[in-house]
């Protein structure tokens, strides 16, 4: 199993910006890919940005542009940088990874973007 543990997030002004963290911990050895979700207020959960161990990268396309994840396994933690952030990007965001088709999710940190 692995565990997940975020920190960052918060409340920010418009064309600000924040960085979210989470450690992974566990049987961090058979990841192969992490990923941030985005549950806004009265919305499904959805896949913001995903990393793969070889270091490719998806991105939702509201986020293209003003956002990076980043994984460094030295430290087994998984980054996203947002920047120049906008009222729509408020909500609780996961960090998440499957190991043996068991799927991991973080305790959500919020994010809220005024504008």
């Known amino acids: 199993q692995v565990q997940l543990v975020e920190s960052g997030g918060g409340l920010v002004q418009a064309g600000g910006s924040l960085r979210l963290s989470c450690v992974a911990s566990?049987?961090?050895?058979?990841?192969?890919?992490m990923g941030w979700y985005r549950q806004a207020p009265g919305k499904q959960r959805e896949l913001v940005a995903s990393?793969?161990?070889?270091?490719?990268?998806n991105y939702e396309d509201s986020v293209k542009g003003r956002f990076t994840i980043s994984w460094d396994k030295a430290i087994n933690t998984m980054y996203l940088e947002m920047d120049n952030l906008k009222p729509e990007d408020t909500g609780v965001y996961f960090c998440?990874?499957?190991?043996?088709?068991?799927?991991?999710w973080g305790q959500g940190n919020q994010v809220t973007v005024s504008s």
């Open positions: 998440n990874t499957g190991v043996w088709g068991i799927e991991c």
């Open positions: 990393i793969f161990s070889g270091g490719h990268t």
């Open positions: 566990g049987k961090t050895s058979v990841i192969d890919a």
